[in-house]
């Protein structure tokens, strides 16, 4: 069992930044692909970004490709999202999620929700403008 917890989230003027933070525990962190999803009111949960067990690869949603950057702490079991020039289309609650497997062996799965099996609780992001 994998647990993860969120934490960083909060209320940013546009073009302003914040650092998501998620603090995975139970089985070996260091294993697994993990990524960050969002949910805004009303809508469907979306892929943000997403990286390989080792950091090796990244994965972005094209809404927020060279502004956000997903990078993991495997020493620390700690994945994070640093959130740059933020818009008030990023206002969500924010979700890292953990794929129980290795790898995937298609990078199109990264992109994919049902691909992930550990979700945290989510962190609330508000960029007013």
């Known amino acids: 069992q994998v647990q993860l917890v969120e934490s960083g989230g909060g209320l940013v003027q546009a073009g302003g930044s914040l650092r998501l933070s998620c603090a995975a525990s139970?089985?070996?962190?260091?294993?697994?692909?993990m990524g960050w999803f969002r949910q805004a009111p009303g809508k469907e949960r979306e892929f943000v970004a997403a990286?390989?067990?080792?950091?090796?690869?990244?994965y972005y949603a094209d809404s927020v490709k060279g502004r956000f950057t997903i990078s993991r702490d495997n020493a620390k079991n700690t994945l994070y999202l640093q959130m740059n020039s933020l818009k008030p289309e990023d206002t969500a609650v924010y979700y890292c999620?953990?794929?129980?497997?290795?790898?995937?062996?298609?990078?199109?799965?990264?992109?994919?929700?049902?691909?992930?099996?550990?979700w945290g609780q989510g962190t609330q992001v508000t960029v007013s403008s």
């Open positions: 999620a953990a794929a129980w497997k290795h790898f995937f062996p298609d990078s199109r799965n990264y992109y994919a929700t049902n691909e992930y099996d550990y």
């Open positions: 139970g089985r070996s962190f260091s294993s697994f692909p």
């Open positions: 990286i390989t067990w080792n950091g090796g690869s990244e």
